[in-house]
């Protein structure tokens, strides 16, 4: 059995009541990332923002964000302090880091050596940026991937309700995403 799954099931079961306030809670969630803005991270004491790509910049997949994203991307490179907005992806490919690179070189895309749940990636931004826990915010549309992964750390969390979907893009893999977030809070609400 894959040990990230096995890692991923047993961090769930332990960190299960703090992923069950993500379903509960209004405040912990967010519709669209094109929602989020900079009165709100500030009032929240946040000075470093990570997001997730799939689903929360784009449908699962696509190699660059959406339109109204890029439009949101770039006020928020304005108002929020520079060098302090990272990607954190599990699906951090070549394409993708080049665009922002190019389009967008004051954002850091994170490759991290495990994939999330496992801390590392949120870790790697809290020394980059040389913060608190407590200071950041992921944005993700994964219970058992992202959020996990900020209870496990102690950051802030933002539970994405409404991710970008695409079924024309990637058919079969969009589906399994769709039925994998579905299932997770399901079973978080029976736990």
Not at 17 to 31: M, N, R, S
Not at 101 to 127: C, M, S, T, W
Request: proline share 6%.
């Amino acid at each position: 059995m894959n040990c990230r799954f096995i890692y991923t099931l047993s961090k769930t079961w332990q960190w299960r009541k703090q992923l069950q306030k993500y379903i509960y809670d209004p405040q912990l969630q967010i519709e669209r990332i094109i929602q989020l803005n900079t009165d709100y991270l500030r009032s929240m004491g946040i000075s470093a923002l990570a997001l997730d790509y799939d689903g929360v910049l784009a449908a699962h997949g696509e190699p660059k964000p959406r339109a109204e994203v890029l439009t949101w991307l770039k006020q928020l490179v304005q108002e929020f302090a520079p060098h302090t907005i990272y990607i954190l992806s599990n699906k951090p490919t070549l394409e993708r880091q080049q665009f922002f690179q190019q389009y967008f070189p004051e954002i850091k895309f994170i490759v991290a050596k495990r994939k999330k749940p496992y801390p590392d990636g949120l870790q790697q931004i809290l020394a980059d940026a040389g913060l608190l826990p407590e200071q950041l915010l992921l944005v993700d549309d994964r219970l058992c991937t992202g959020i996990l992964a900020t209870a496990i750390v102690g950051t802030h969390g933002a539970w994405l309700t409404k991710p970008y979907i695409n079924l024309k893009f990637c058919p079969l893999t969009e589906l399994g995403i769709v039925a994998l977030r579905w299932m997770e809070e399901k079973i978080l609400r029976l736990l």
